[in-house]
């Protein structure tokens, strides 16, 4: 195991059901034999509709001084913090990792092992459009270079380690200009990583083929809206929107992680908010992905998989089809943890 060491992490808490994911974080940071400073900043509505510029700001002083943030779902109202957050810090690629957890219920019976590599900026998001006289409307689509190409680097340098390939994924024969300018960089990057298999995949047959076949696609990395369409795909085959966790990260002109910001998929949930029923399966792997990004390695991969053995464990929240509350999850996943920590000592 790592030599424990203070870690500090800027703590983001937001709407609806924020505190009791944190809450849950924290239980598990306290079974961790490592010491945990949290640096608290509120990014709720009530804070943000009386001073949005003071949270902003201060999310952007705690990230910048302890570089890794753990943020939980806030309301978008007038903005949404996702997006003025992402353009702050400057994070121009999300990673989403997805896969099959045995034994939760789905619709689908393909696994599904994928990493989701999406452009954090541009696309149709880039803009809210206008309306034209009273029967038309227009907004303009962004496709830049500096962050499809850091995006690309991400993807390679994931699939060096993963020894798997690449899918590139957009409508490029329609969209020729934007998602053209998309593909050409990452074919560009793909030379430089000659023994990695590169395709490019027009994004609505790679839906259906991963549908059909999930086990075919490992790595796809493609444009802002094409990789949240295809996020929240993968989490519903696997069977929640509350089984994902994200990775938001900002790189310097080297391509390394300067800042990083990670959070769960899932929503504000306020009709079951205060009422101990959220599901912190996606905080945790969050925390997870923040405790590797750290150089954590062996407590990330111990947490990992002390989530997925409750979840196959049949002890899981009632989204699920479990009976457990949100901290009874949490202490269930304290226990698993405990025990992968104990083996590994052993071991060690």
Not at 25 to 50: G, Q, T, W
Not at 123 to 141: F, K, L, M, N, Q
Not at 316 to 340: M, Y
């Amino acid at each position: 195991m790592s030599t424990p060491k203070v870690l500090e992490v800027a703590e983001f808490h937001g709407d609806g059901i924020s505190h009791e994911l944190s809450r849950s974080v924290h239980a598990v940071a306290a079974a961790l034999p490592l010491e945990l400073r949290f640096h608290p900043v509120d990014l709720s509505l009530e804070r943000r509709r009386h001073d949005a510029e003071g949270a902003y700001r201060d999310a952007e002083a705690a990230i910048r001084k302890h570089a890794v943030a753990l943020k939980y779902p806030t309301t978008t109202e007038r903005e949404s913090p996702n997006k003025v957050l992402r353009e702050r810090f400057d994070f121009t690629v999300i990673h989403r990792p997805v896969s099959t957890i045995p034994g939760v219920p789905t619709r689908h019976s393909g696994l599904v092992d994928l990493h989701v590599i999406r452009v954090a900026v541009g696309g149709t998001y880039e803009d809210a459009g206008r309306r034209v006289g009273s029967d038309a409307a227009v907004s303009i689509r962004l496709i830049e270079r500096r962050p499809s190409r850091q995006a690309a680097e991400f993807a390679f340098r994931l699939a060096q380690r993963l020894g798997c390939g690449v899918t590139s994924s957009s409508k490029y024969t329609i969209q020729r200009a934007t998602d053209g300018l998309f593909e050409e960089v990452v074919e560009e990057v793909a030379q430089r990583y000659p023994r990695i298999h590169h395709h490019a995949e027009l994004f609505d047959a790679m839906l259906a083929k991963l549908i059909m076949r999930p086990e075919d696609f490992r790595i796809v990395v493609c444009p802002n809206e094409y990789g949240d369409f295809l996020s929240d795909a993968a989490c519903g085959i696997v069977g929640s929107v509350a089984l994902g966790a994200s990775a938001n990260y900002a790189f310097n002109d080297a391509g390394d992680a300067t800042l990083a910001m990670f959070d769960p998929v899932g929503g504000t949930a306020p009709d079951i908010a205060g009422n101990g029923l959220a599901n912190p399966s996606g905080s945790l792997w969050a925390f997870a992905m923040l405790l590797q990004h750290c150089g954590h390695l062996e407590l990330g991969q111990a947490l990992n998989d002390a989530v997925r053995q409750t979840l196959q464990s049949g002890r899981r929240t009632r989204d699920l089809g479990g009976a457990l509350g949100t901290d009874e999850f949490a202490a269930a996943v304290c226990e698993a943890l405990g025990g992968k920590l104990e083996a590994s000592v052993s071991r060690g």
